[in-house]
């Protein structure tokens, strides 16, 4: 069984990377010959998605008309946050409404997902059937290129946790259904509460990704990746 459904984060205000997102959208920011929300959109393409939805917010239309012209076959739809930012839960749970009982995968365009990533969202797959829980994929933080990273959580046989001194980062994907989003009665809120909440009853599985980690979160570290011969 594959997962067919898929969310994509593009409506942050990229403030840490200004100036670079004052006119340009963080998703629109060309890493090597594509930008990231292309990188991203073809890693869930050629893992055969074919269905997308992408929440907007900050310049907008700029990324819907991205979605217009881009040659993809996978069909793409809008959330749009114009009005209101709903953070990462709030957006995803408002997004993913047409969903219904299907599982999806969750990416924040801001990491740097190259090919090498495909193998591991075939295992992500795996430990979500077998378990029937979300799922995120996580790297140790020794791999991150940005070595400022504290650590988000633990892991344990496949087993989530947040403890005193973490030494895994989360790398912007997750394999998830609307079951988990449904627990915060809220508009508005982040995935952080989600996440906490099915900590407390070991019930959020991981996978320990193998590869390097690039993640663009500053106009520094766009800098150091984009001077880096990785990209295809």
């Not at 009982?101 to 430990?127: A, G, H």
């Not at 892991?155 to 947040?162: A, F, G, H, M, Q």
């Amino acid at each position: 069984m594959s997962v067919k459904h898929a969310m994509i984060l593009a409506a942050g205000l990229g403030t840490r990377m200004r100036p670079l997102t004052l006119d340009t959208p963080k998703p629109l920011i060309r890493v090597g010959s594509k930008n990231l929300l292309e990188r991203s959109i073809n890693l869930l393409e050629n893992h055969g998605v074919e269905k997308i939805i992408i929440n907007v917010h900050h310049l907008g239309d700029q990324i819907e008309k991205f979605i217009l012209d881009i040659k993809s076959n996978i069909k793409i739809d809008i959330s749009n946050e114009k009005n209101l930012l709903l953070d990462t839960g709030g957006g995803v749970k408002e997004g993913t409404k047409i969903f219904d009982k299907n599982p999806f995968f969750v990416l924040n365009p801001d990491t740097l997902w190259l090919s090498n990533y495909l193998d591991e969202m075939k295992s992500l797959e795996k430990i979500y059937f077998e378990n029937k829980k979300p799922s995120l994929l996580l790297v140790n933080k020794k791999l991150s290129f940005d070595n400022s990273f504290k650590g988000d959580f633990n892991l344990k046989d496949n087993i989530v946790s947040k403890d005193i001194e973490n030494n895994f980062i989360f790398t912007g994907l997750q394999l998830i259904d609307r079951n988990c989003l449904n627990m915060i009665n809220k508009k508005v809120f982040s995935m952080n509460e989600v996440w906490d909440k099915l900590i407390e009853e070991n019930k959020l599985y991981g996978l320990e990704s193998r590869q390097k980690f690039y993640h663009l979160n500053t106009e520094n570290m766009y800098n150091k990746i984009s001077n880096l011969d990785i990209t295809d």
